[in-house]
């Protein structure tokens, strides 16, 4: 924890945390598409 960069992330971890936020969005929308299936 560096006080160079303040808040900003490096490339390399912004890189790869951005697509991982992406995919526990889309994977929390499937569980609860899923769940809405099931109650229906």
Do not use: H, Q
Not at 10 to 17: A, K, V
């Amino acid at each position: 924890m560096t006080e160079d960069g303040g808040s900003s992330l490096p490339p390399p971890l912004s890189s790869l945390l951005s697509p991982l936020c992406v995919s526990l969005f889309v994977g929390m929308f499937n569980i609860s598409l899923f769940y809405f299936r099931i109650l229906a």
